[in-house]
């Protein structure tokens, strides 16, 4: 009962959430300066042929309007086609001249984001695995040994990480670990050895909060008083850590591996993909702003909007039942 009720009012309220987000970007995107006819058709389209080719997708409709078709398209699972992808995949985007929009030789927004999830899926899980590999040991030790020098070190580390701007560090492994070095490659995709240099400068970026977030949660822990109540009833200090500290201390932990994974689909994540032009959802949308392609935009900030949503219920779910006197 428990469960249904926390699932059924934080999914309305993730709803809410979504419709709003997925509201303001459309209307951005068409109120900002630019054409995206001109993109579509190209610049020697005569004035008369844009207009038309605008009329007929219905882009000089009011805003509420479009919208409204828009939602009622996205609620059977059409997210619409690419203005400037064709349905081979390549990019047409001003090759009709004097043509006006052909939609049924353009790209689904669809098949074009369900061909890139995997990818970034992988690079992002890469990321993550990484990245806890790294701090999970350092800000734990950090946090056991408060004021002596893991503690030290951890500071250290993180404040080195933290320091190091990601589109920096991904041309400065570029050029020293692929280029110079040979060891792995870099750039695009042919197999999975593509995904662990980006991730790794991923890693490095996610790492500081990790191990702030690990060595707070642990030395708070440690503080409390039912660490020395246990050792008074005979509970050895390993069990201690083991069975109650670690525990109680996921549940920061849980919140923020929730949040950076927020920032790492909204923010590092695309820019990584760009910098390696590796084949994500990053890198798609990335090139969507450039070429105005509307429909891929907004596809993609919904559906990232929409899981962003359910990892934060899914992440706020776990806290709760690792200790039920949360409330959310």
Known sequence: MFALDFFLRRMAQGLVIIVLVAMLIFTLLRVVPGDPVRTMLGPMASAEVAEQTAQKMGLRDPIPVQFAKYVGQV????????????????????????????????????????????????????????????????????????????DRLALYLSSIFVSLPNIWLALVLI??????????????????????????????????????????AVSSNMLEPYVAAGQIRGLSRARMILVHVLRNAMIPLLNVLGIQ??????????????????????????????????PVIQAIAILACTLLVLVNILVDFAATNIDRRLQY
């Open 261 to 294: 994974a927020i920032g790492l689909l909204l923010g590092s994540l695309f820019v990584i993909e760009y910098a390696f032009n590796y084949p994500g959802v990053g890198l798609l949308m990335i090139n969507a702003v450039f070429q105005r392609d509307f």
């Open 75 to 150: 609620v059977t699972g059409d997210f619409g086609r690419s203005f400037v992808r064709s349905a081979q995949g390549a990019s047409t985007g001003g090759s009709r001249g004097g043509a006006t929009f052909d939609a049924s030789n353009r790209a689904p927004v669809m098949g074009l984001i369900l061909t890139a999830v995997p990818y970034s899926l992988l690079l992002a899980g890469l990321a993550l695995g990484i990245s806890l590999l790294i701090s999970l040991p350092i800000g734990i030790a950090a946090g056991l040994k408060s004021g002596k020098w893991p």
């Open 175 to 216: 050029f020293l670990v692929s280029v110079k070095g040979g060891l792995l490659p870099a750039i695009g995709y042919q197999n999975w050895t593509y995904a662990i240099l980006p991730a790794f400068v991923l890693a490095i970026e996610l790492s500081p909060v990790f191990i702030r977030s690990a060595s707070v």
